[in-house]
């Protein structure tokens, strides 16, 4: 039990250092698009802290996976450079005791990347989803921020308030700028509209939303031309956004419940069971390649077989992706589907494993060949 804590402990440190900075980069990436979505005015930055959160299962799910691989393949690999190994070795620790200490160790990933995958992740999806959903079916009213010029139209106006209220229903010291393309030759149509209040006003029986403005100008003219007409009004109604109810959730098999998946007879849907499986599966024969692959000579350093290991860890995170799209397709039978992956990687840890004992097995055999020649 001391040798299993020690190298326990050993695994488990280095891991959470591998899984956290590969979080950071994965949650930066991601974070950073939705940054640039939010700057577009296509989600509210309040939202983005939400999605980030939800998001955070589905990462984990497929970081830990590569966190442990690496994880054993550095904790191992500084225990075979000092020297470590080969006392704990002596001591009776034999490659499989190894094998099983290691698997024993990353049970907790194990179990932790099952229930991420199975449960909580695809509740994260769905969630993800409706914010998005949500956001989409907002008007573009209530994703305006006071003293911030925004993007109208699809980019084609501009619209700016010194203050709104809490409720974004009244807003104040309104500058509105819009372009119309489809004016002939190449000149635009412009128009600006200035107003000191404004306030949103919802069409129940069609469905339309407007921002109806208190009294100011509008400005409307060609760009190049001097010719621009000014009008004054009391009241001017804008469109704000049409059919607010066709946006709608529309769930991907990655947000769906796994037990509405068991039974499925749709591709689609079977690649997303075995993929959700596929995962704790990951965990295990990534465990069984990384103890024979951790085994390094001292005086080459531990790094030495690490870009070749994590070469191998990419066929085979490709491989599986690949298998699923095959699934997906219908090309490829869900009996095999990505169970026919994990064969041909589990049959390569076991052949890196048992290498050495192989290569003995190979040379008895041809010495005794040689012995039989002699005699003969």
Not at 162 to 179: E, H, P
Not at 264 to 276: D, N
Not at 304 to 331: C, F
């Amino acid at each position: 039990m001391i040798i299993f804590r020690y190298l326990a402990k050993e695994i488990v440190f280095t891991l959470l250092a591998v899984s956290g900075v590969l979080l950071l980069i994965f949650m930066s990436g991601t974070f950073v698009r939705y940054l640039g979505d939010a700057a577009a005015g296509d989600i509210s930055p309040g939202a983005l802290l939400a999605i980030m959160g939800y998001r955070l299962p589905a990462f984990l799910e497929l970081i830990l996976p590569l966190g442990t691989f690496i994880g054993v393949m550095l904790a191992y690999g500084r225990l075979y450079v000092e020297s470590e190994m080969v006392v704990l070795s002596a001591c009776g620790l034999s490659q499989r005791r190894l094998l099983a200490y290691t698997l024993l160790a990353a049970s907790p990933v194990i179990l932790a990347v099952s229930v991420l995958g199975l449960y909580i992740s695809p509740k994260g999806v769905a969630a993800v989803e409706e914010i998005l959903a949500e956001q989409k079916a907002r008007g573009e009213f209530d994703l305006l921020q006071p003293e911030q010029f925004q993007p109208l139209n699809k980019g084609q106006g501009t619209f700016y308030t010194a203050a709104i209220s809490k409720d974004k229903q009244d807003l104040s010291g309104v500058f509105i700028a819009d372009v119309n393309p489809k004016t002939l030759l190449t000149h635009s149509e412009s128009s600006v509209i200035r107003s000191d209040s404004g306030q949103q006003w919802f069409n129940e029986e069609f469905q339309r939303r407007y921002f109806v403005l208190g009294e100011g100008k509008r400005y409307a003219g060609v760009a190049g031309v001097a010719d621009f007409q000014e009008l004054t009004f009391e009241s001017f109604g804008q469109l704000m956004q049409e059919n607010l109810g066709q946006y709608r959730v529309k769930y991907r098999v990655e947000a769906e419940p796994t037990l509405d998946l068991w039974g499925a007879t749709e591709p689609v849907r079977i690649a997303g069971l075995q993929w959700r499986i596929s995962l704790p599966v990951l965990v295990i024969v990534v465990c069984l390649l990384a103890v024979p692959l951790s085994r390094t000579n001292p005086r080459q350093g531990r790094y030495l077989g690490m870009i070749p290991a994590i070469l191998l860890y990419i066929i085979y995170l490709v491989a599986l992706n690949a298998a699923r799209d095959q699934v997906k397709l219908g090309k490829l039978d869900p009996v095999l589907g990505l169970w026919i992956v994990h064969l041909v990687f589990f049959s390569i840890a076991l052949l890196l494993f048992n290498w050495g004992n192989l290569r003995r097995w190979i040379r008895h055999s041809l010495k005794a060949k040689k012995v039989e020649q002699v005699h003969a």
